[in-house]
């Protein structure tokens, strides 16, 4: 079945340095999304990316969309400490039918101050 | 409407015993989306509603879990004869139609099962 894998797993940071998660897909995507989940909070819709070398923007958050539809990535400009929490990709395969996304591990970005 | 509402937030449950929890999703969403996370992993599906058909399972739901979303509103999860295994977090999700170019899941703050 579907995989996808996200790394790293865990990113520390000092407030203010950059910080970016990669996703890969085991199989070709339909789209991909991306969801942040706080400490003890539930996952939170960020974006979804459709379009193959797709790039969309979100103030300090950029995200891209591979050539190949395998891969994705999710990049944040002079990290603040709002932005401490756990990202996940998730994609839909473009096989047609299943609609349920398959999530990646994610990538917990911590920050030291 | 604010969101999508799940009951209970924590569960305790003695091993072998049958458990029930609710989802109402948001009201105009008519696709509805049952997940399991463990401690340090992403969601995993379950299944998957259109209105009141169940239209995707995952290999994960066995034959002690089900369902079901009778009128195409709320949605119940049961499982039977719980197991230890079974402990996690039960998210429910709703979204829109697959319409748009940001069509993106409303997760509700999940129910806590803990299985002794």
């Known amino acids: 079945g579907q995989q996808v894998m996200q790394i790293p797993q865990y990113q520390h940071v000092q407030e203010g340095e950059d910080f970016t998660t990669y996703c890969n897909s085991s199989?070709?995507?339909?789209?991909i999304q991306w969801y942040k989940q706080r400490p003890g909070g539930h996952p939170v819709f960020l974006i979804q990316l459709v379009k193959s070398g797709e790039v969309k923007k979100q103030k300090r958050l950029t995200f891209q969309f591979g050539e190949a539809k395998k891969n994705s990535s999710l990049h944040i400009t002079a990290t603040q400490t709002t932005d401490v929490g756990t990202y996940f990709c998730?994609?839909?395969?473009?096989?047609?039918?299943?609609?349920?996304?398959?999530f990646g591990k994610g990538t917990h970005l911590i920050i030291q101050p | 409407d604010t969101g999508v509402s799940q009951d209970p937030r924590h569960k305790i449950t003695k091993r072998g015993q049958n458990v029930t929890f609710r989802c109402d999703p948001i009201s105009e969403h008519n696709r509805l989306y049952w997940y399991r996370q463990t401690l340090g992993q992403g969601p995993e599906f379950l299944t998957y509603f259109q209105n009141e058909a169940q239209l995707e399972k995952s290999r994960l739901l066995s034959d002690r879990f089900s369902a079901e979303r009778p009128k195409g509103s709320f949605s119940t999860l049961e499982i039977q004869r719980t197991e230890q295994g079974d402990s996690a977090m039960y998210l429910c999700a709703s979204s829109l139609p697959r319409t748009g170019n940001n069509y993106g899941y409303t997760f509700g703050s999940g129910t806590r099962l803990t299985v002794v």
């Open positions: 998730a994609g839909r395969g473009s096989g047609g039918g299943a609609d349920g996304l398959t």
């Open positions: 199989t070709t995507l339909s789209n």
